[in-house]
């Protein structure tokens, strides 16, 4: 869809946000768009965000309610104000005034994944270090007076699938880079919540003087390394957009050698790359690529390092 329609004449911003606005339409591994990874209280909220790499304005919007089209959003936060980050339900009485229809987002998949949590105790959740134990019930939860530290739990409790991101970096004949993120975050997620998906420089980063970079996977670790704005980084300094990628997951790797993540890059020349952080049952890591050397949309595997 974003390749069609920069063959059209859209913008590189038009691409990434039709682009990604296909995978809210077709709710692309349960993990974008509505009806998916419903929070603790059942309800599934968007995180999106957009860059553009001509002007580094950035449009996002997180924890959105009762409309569909995020990326849509995001786009109309960079055209019709002067922020870059809107959330909640003030994020979505802004989208209705943009026109937006304001409609339910929760389907039958994702009240019975919602249910089926309830009943095997809320387990695996978000919490820790807190009363009654999270580990074993469904709270509500609070603070212990007596405060014993637990290891958190590791990867293998949750599923890689409890959090996914289209993420898509879309570089122009002439240069111009465009970034973009749509995620419904992670499955189960504590209310309020949001990940690396929305945060410029963490979900993804455009710039037009050096390349864009879009990172997917456990968004409350991999945010707090800005991967995608470090990656965007390498590359202006002349490094590889696959070594790029690779830099920026073993960064990561070092304080978290279990995060389930992986980050694609791009450059102004149209190279690109992408590297994943190696964990069981997560060993390689699949990416679609688009270009004038292909003939069609092109499936792309790394292994994971």
Wanted: with cysteine; net charge negative.
């Amino acid at each position: 869809t974003a390749w069609r329609i920069l063959q059209l004449g859209g913008s590189e911003l038009d691409a990434v946000e039709r682009g990604c606005g296909q995978c809210e339409i077709d709710q692309c591994d349960g993990s974008v768009g509505y009806g998916g990874s419903p929070d603790e209280s059942g309800e599934t909220t968007l995180d999106a965000m957009i860059m553009d790499g001509n002007t580094m304005e950035v449009g996002a919007v997180a924890d959105l309610r009762h409309v569909k089209n995020a990326i849509g959003v995001a786009r109309k936060v960079i055209e019709y104000t002067k922020h870059t980050l809107l959330v909640g339900e003030s994020a979505s009485l802004f989208a209705v005034r943009m026109g937006f229809p304001y409609e339910d987002l929760t389907t039958q998949k994702s009240l019975s994944v919602y249910s089926q949590w309830l009943n095997q105790s809320c387990q695996p959740n978000y919490w820790k270090n807190v009363v009654p134990d999270s580990s074993k019930s469904c709270g509500p939860y609070k603070r212990p007076e007596k405060v014993t530290y637990k290891e958190e739990q590791t990867i293998s409790q949750r599923s890689v699938h409890n959090h996914d991101t289209i993420g898509m970096v879309v570089i122009g004949g002439n240069g111009t880079v465009a970034s973009g993120t749509s995620t419904n975050g992670a499955v189960h997620k504590i209310p309020g919540r949001v990940g690396d998906s929305p945060i410029a420089g963490a979900g993804s980063y455009a710039d037009s003087t050096a390349g864009g970079a879009a990172a997917t996977g456990d968004g409350d670790i991999m945010m707090r390394f800005l991967p995608s704005y470090q990656a965007v980084e390498y590359m202006r300094m002349g490094t590889d957009p696959t070594v790029a990628c690779q830099k920026v997951i073993s960064r990561i790797q070092k304080y978290a050698p279990k995060f389930f993540g992986a980050v694609i890059c791009a450059n102004t020349t149209g190279s690109y790359g992408a590297a994943c952080n190696k964990i069981p049952g997560f060993t390689q890591f699949h990416f679609m690529v688009s270009s004038p050397l292909l003939s069609q949309p092109t499936e792309q595997v790394v292994d994971c390092i």
